[in-house]
């Protein structure tokens, strides 16, 4: 493992300007989070027993933006003793900055927004199957695996294994591949009600009164040696509640599709 230096992240980032970024980007979306929506956090509390590298965090995706500004207040407030709560942003001075997300590169440079993202902790990487709204099919960058690989030896690192925020889609097997080779404590994260409160950017506030979660749970057991990518694939989609059997309105369809098949 490289060892860490004092002024910059592992892609170069100045940790002053990336602390001004959180503590600016903190300070505007704390009402989004804690006032016009009430964001309720469970999980937190084993966190802070985390090594402080090599943590990969699997989840759920519902907007572009509002999922990772919740879990940077999450990390935030946890780094400084607070659990399942961001009621005190006295947090955002000391924030927690060897953070990282994986995002897709076409999102990350459209727009200044995007890019002042990008410094607070984007990995950015290449859709394999997707690009500007087309299906496409192209080689995995293994730059990008290793830049990923690079966070994970400074910090943490959230990924969002189904590469969408659209609901039940199937999840990729290049997250469980990284896993084998990496071995990290993996943390899945299940997400709601993002979707509701705000818009797909997840900048624009959609409805007032919404408690969007963010439910921590307990570090998969996984077999790094026996398990095949796919089983590892499989613990990380019914962690997240991303499997068919978790997707109430896939049983109705089957149902509906069954009873008229009988007709």
Known sequence: MAKKNIFTDSFGNIYVLKRFIIFILGLVSYRRFNGFNKLKITGTEDLSDLPDSNVLFVSNHQTYFADVA????????????????IKNPVYLL??????YYVAAEETMNKGVLSRIFKIAGAITVKRTWRA????????????????????????????FPQGTTSAYAQGRKGTAKLIKN???????????????AFDKKGLKIKVTGVKPTLEFKPALDIDYDNESANEILDKIMHAIEQTPEHNILHDYD?????????Q
């Open 182 to 196: 990496q071995r990290p404590t993996v943390i899945p994260i299940k997400i709601n009600g993002f979707r509701r």
């Open 94 to 99: 000391n924030p927690k900055v060897d953070f």
């Open 132 to 159: 500007e709204g087309k299906n496409v099919n192209r080689m995995v960058d293994l730059s990008e695996i290793e830049n990923i690989m690079k966070a994970l030896d400074n910090g943490w690192v959230i990924t």
């Open 254 to 262: 089957t149902k509906l599709k069954e009873s008229k098949s009988q």
């Open 70 to 85: 919740a879990m940077y207040h999450t990390f935030c407030s946890v780094n400084n003793g607070f659990h399942n709560t």
